[in-house]
């Protein structure tokens, strides 16, 4: 350590800390992986590889770390920081964390076991934690005929549809499904007799527990996606007339009070993550394609009009790690429209498999997608797997109880 003894702090043991002009520069780092050590700096240079950066496993509050992009090679060659079983902005060590930028430096501070490192200058705030994927899914609930249901079917992270498991909570139809903190689902809202705003939290081994008392205006046929980096939207919907309303759902699978809406109302809309941590939601009961983008922070946008054949009751599911396909529909067809990175819907794509409308979707595996379910006028539960690049493949035969407007949701962090 260097430096007069005034410009450094005393750790909460009585160790005295480096402040950011004591740091110790260390030699440049060319490996791919590195363990960090606190007050030090460390030039890393990517130009041949990515580097793992390993922080320490036990912190104390004023520790501090700096890492420089020495060839500015980053946007080529990113760093990815373990947080090694600390918090990082408040975010468990199971998120993912990425720097991309050339010639960026992050200098990081730790502030205690709550928030954990904070990096109070790392030249980009877009570098934030990322939720880790989802790596299995479940189908459950929906219409059988002309009453109600509550089985559930779990999907692999190989995407293998499991057969029927005995419903629990109230059994009901045109239900949605999401995934709230990081590996955990709900399933919300729904038609029993009438219109309920009841929920159902789904563990992340993949159990449903029994009804939450409704909170917001009940209504069925709402769009609902995961936002953010662990929290979850429902919004729009039938609610004796179409709405535009929104719900906010909590990382601790808590549903709060309505929104005033945005957007044009309708029922019978998808909604599905793009980009890490935004959402869309799109499609409907409305004449033409009508487009929602959600931010980060959970905030619904106003109507962007968007390519595609106007329908309603399609599926929806992530792929790639950052992009969505919308497919299938009313008008009984199986045409594909794929989600960019940054929201855009593609136009068309000819669809493959059983045509259909009223099925489920969601993300498997980590970066790919299933649709499930649905009826052709008559109810159905063949599937379609959605590979890491967005195409969709051949029919899967049928497993489980045929059957429609149905909700799924993606849970756990193994395999």
């Not at 705003?197 to 046929?221: P, Q, Y």
Request: glycine fraction near 16%.
């Amino acid at each position: 350590m260097s430096g007069p003894v005034a410009n450094n702090i005393f750790r909460s043991s009585g160790v005295i800390a480096a402040a950011a002009g004591g740091l110790n520069w260390q030699a440049v780092v060319t490996a791919s992986t590195l363990t960090a050590e606190a007050g030090n700096g460390y030039w890393i240079n990517t130009t041949s590889n990515t580097c793992t950066i390993t922080l320490p496993a036990s912190a104390e509050a004023g520790d501090q770390i700096i890492f420089a992009d020495y060839a500015r090679t980053w946007g080529t060659n990113k760093i990815i920081i373990d947080s090694n079983g600390l918090n990082y902005q408040g975010d468990p060590d199971t998120f993912t964390l990425e720097y991309d930028t050339s010639g960026q430096t992050v200098s990081i501070v730790y502030s205690g076991a709550t928030v954990g490192w904070i990096p109070e200058d790392d030249d980009d705030v877009t570098n934030a934690p990322l939720p880790p994927p989802t790596q299995k899914a479940a189908f459950a609930y929906g219409q059988i005929g002309s009453g109600n249901t509550d089985i559930k079917n779990l999907v692999s992270s190989s995407g293998v549809v499991a057969a029927d498991v005995t419903g629990v909570g109230t059994a009901r139809r045109m239900i949605s499904g999401a995934t709230y903190g990081t590996d955990k689902g709900i399933f919300a809202f729904g038609y029993v007799s009438g219109n309920v705003n009841m929920s159902n939290l789904m563990n992340n081994a993949g159990v449903i527990a029994t009804d939450v008392t409704g909170v917001g205006t009940a209504r069925r046929g709402t769009g609902s996606t995961g936002y953010g980096a662990d929290k979850a939207i429902y919004a729009f919907g039938l609610a004796g007339a179409n709405t535009n309303l929104s719900n906010l759902v909590s990382n601790v699978g808590v549903v709060a009070t309505d929104t005033a809406g945005v957007g044009t109302a309708r029922a019978e809309l998808v909604g599905v993550r793009y980009g890490n941590d935004k959402a869309i939601m799109s499609f409907g009961t409305t004449g033409s394609t009508k487009t929602n983008l959600i931010s980060n922070l959970g905030v619904v946008g106003s109507d962007v009009t968007q390519v595609g054949t106007a329908r309603t009751a399609p599926g929806a599911a992530t792929y790639g790690g950052d992009k969505a396909a919308i497919a299938y529909g009313s008008g009984m067809t199986n045409l594909k429209n794929l989600v960019s990175n940054v929201g855009v819907v593609g136009s068309d794509v000819t669809g493959v498999g059983l045509a259909r409308n009223s099925l489920g979707g969601a993300g498997y595996g980590g970066d790919k997608g299933i649709f499930a379910f649905g009826t052709t006028g008559s109810y159905t539960a063949v599937s379609n797997l959605l590979s890491n690049s967005g195409v969709i493949a051949t029919d899967v035969g049928a497993v489980g109880t045929p059957r429609a407007t149905l909700a799924s949701a993606g849970y756990s962090l193994s395999a």
